[in-house]
């Protein structure tokens, strides 16, 4: 698809820097012309940058380059939600997909299990204003939050469903940050292309006495976020 060829290369253009953030891209005229294509296949692959976080549009006046990075601080009490709508920006959680399975040896270690008890995986891609920032795997022990994917989809935000279970305050015990190549799965979802290098923060929750209540491994978009360590 042309459209997306031409997305590709100003994404690529843009990461190495040939584009500064903030500056203007040229216009649709003479993208067309260099690329051989129609105008509507240059909106087309303007639309999906606008998608991938990496540039924005102003009606009138052009399409300016967007590689601001979301601060997104690791602390004891990391909330999506609140992390996203206090930088100013609208916050999304969806539901990608759910399932219970046996727990490996390191879920079943984290979680204080026995390895193959039962536990709900949860697949969960956050956006902040309609971009991808994350998409996170979570283990809970299904005893105790069976119906957590129910929940989850009702509510959308992993706080509002610990509540539904009487969790009102918890907190990260601890956390492990890592890089890697994104795989074709992550990569659809995060609107990346297949090996790029992704941020990886693996963490566990306990509540205020120490009870484990779910593990999670999130995927950044490199790009996008940038991880701060809270002391």
């Known amino acids: ?42 909106r087309r692959a303007m639309a999906e940058l606008g998608a991938r976080g990496l540039v924005r549009t102003e009606r009138g006046s052009g399409t300016f380059v967007k590689t601001d990075k979301l601060s997104y601080p ?28 046996a727990a490996n040896e390191d879920i079943a270690r984290d979680l204080g299990l026995k390895i193959g008890e039962e536990v709900v995986r949860l697949e969960i891609l956050r956006a902040a204003d ?4 994350s998409v996170s795997t979570t283990w809970l022990p299904a005893d105790r939050y069976g119906d957590a994917a129910k929940v989850f989809r009702r509510v959308r935000s992993i706080t509002r469903m610990l509540e539904h279970f009487g969790i009102t305050s918890y907190r990260r015990k601890w956390t492990r940050i ?54």
């Open 74 to 101: 690791i602390s004891r009490r990391m909330k999506f939600s609140e992390i996203v709508t206090a930088a100013g920006h609208e916050a999304e959680g969806r539901l990608q997909s759910h399932r219970h399975e």
């Open 130 to 133: 309609r971009v991808p920032i």
């Open 178 to 231: 890592s890089a890697e190549f994104t795989d074709a799965v992550d990569a659809g979802r995060l609107r990346l292309s297949v090996h790029r290098p992704i941020l990886v923060a693996e963490g566990l929750n306990v509540t205020e006495d120490d009870v484990p209540i779910m593990f999670a491994r999130a995927r950044f978009s490199a790009d996008r976020v940038a991880l701060i360590v809270e002391s």
């Open 1 to 42: 698809m042309l459209w997306r060829c031409i997305a590709d290369d100003f994404e690529q253009a843009i990461l190495v820097g040939k584009h500064e953030n903030g500056s203007k891209l040229p216009g649709e005229n003479e993208i067309a012309a260099r690329y051989g294509v129609n105008r509507h296949t240059v």
